[in-house]
Structures are given as C-alpha cells and as structure tokens.
C-alpha cells in the first residue's frame, strides 16, 4: 500500500507560496523538523545540498533568492517556519 504519493507534491511551489505571502526582504531560514527536512531534500529540485540551501524559484522580483536551511526538533513533521 502506498503511504505517499509523491509523484504530485511539488515541495517548491508550496514554498514559494509561502515566501511570496510573507514578503520577505532579507535572506531568511527555512525552519524544519529532521523527518521533514529528510523528505525535503528527496523532492525538491531546488535544494543545493553543497551549500544546504534552497532556491527560490517563484516569479516574484526583490525577493531572496536563497534561503538556508535549519533543523527544530520540537516541529512537527510537515510543519515548515520561514523568517
């Protein structure tokens, strides 16, 4: 039984979404659990693992474009803080 489907979750977009709704204007965290983080790194294609960051990939100008990544284990899985 398949638990999930990850052929439709587009782990980018969602997080475009999130950026383009706070309008930040410094390069900011992406704040995740370890579980959600390791999902993450799987299925986002703008993920640079060498530098641990993600891309910003929306069609917003004047927003940063990179955005690093950090770990809280008191999140819960799935649950992503940006600032």
Known sequence: MLLFDTTDMDVNEELNNIV?????TACPYIIMSKDT???FKKLSTDYDKKSNCWWYSGPEAGYPDRFEIAIDKK???GEVIIK
Do not use: T, V
Not at 20 to 24: H, I, M, V
């Open 37 to 39: 983080f390791r999902l």
């Open 75 to 77: 999140l819960n899985f």
């Open 20 to 24: 383009e709704s706070e309008g930040f």
